[in-house]
């Protein structure tokens, strides 16, 4: 979906989109949509300065880190974010144009993005950790197996929990 924005006023439009799974690739090996992502959001625009505000909700399936079998994640997050065109170099000299361009976005053409703007912020809000429980037992580092529902001889040789993960890493090398 696209925001015009020449249709924008100073004045918050309400818009409100729905993503079927098919709709919106994320982009990202990490997780998918496992259902429709429902965006609601208002916007406006001074000049040419747009302010976009809003919330997501669907839920992601992702895969877990140990074993990789896949975790549904329910997301609900809020968005707002500030667009504006590309400035002329002379502009950008003062520090406090600089930090304010920190939580700006600089959007070129007419219209925005909505897509990509629901694409990045529901992978903002991606755990750096997911696992399906905390004593997932992970895959077996020289066989593969997982260990959660399956037993193999290579455990005889126990590795120390803190190099499992270089022991993983190894066997992605040979
Ligand atoms: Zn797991
Ligand atoms: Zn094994």
Redesign the pocket.
């Known amino acids: 979906m696209q925001i015009e924005i020449a249709q924008l006023t100073e004045t918050d439009t309400p818009f409100a989109h729905t993503y079927t799974p098919a709709d919106l690739t994320l982009e990202d090996e990490r997780a998918q949509l496992l259902i429709a992502a429902h965006v609601e959001g208002r916007a406006s625009r001074k000049r040419q300065r747009v302010h976009v505000h809003g919330t997501i909700e669907t839920e992601l399936e992702v895969a ?6 896949p ?1 549904t994640v329910p997301v609900k997050t809020e968005f707002d974010v500030s667009y504006e065109p590309p400035r002329a170099e002379a502009e950008t000299d003062s520090a406090e144009l600089q930090a304010e361009e920190l939580d700006t976005t600089i959007y070129t053409g007419e219209s925005l993005d909505l897509d990509e703007l629901v694409r990045e912020q529901i992978l903002l809000t991606l755990p750096t950790r997911s ?3 905390e004593a ?3 895959l077996c580092p020289t066989c593969g197996v ?1 260990l ?1 529902t399956q037993t193999c001889a290579c455990q005889q040789t126990e590795v120390d929990p803190r190099w499992a993960g270089l022991a993983t890493l190894k066997k992605r090398d040979e």
């Not at 877990?64 to 079998?69: F, Q």
């Open positions: 877990c880190d140990r074993c990789l079998a975790l696992l399906c429980r997932c037992q992970g997982n959660n």
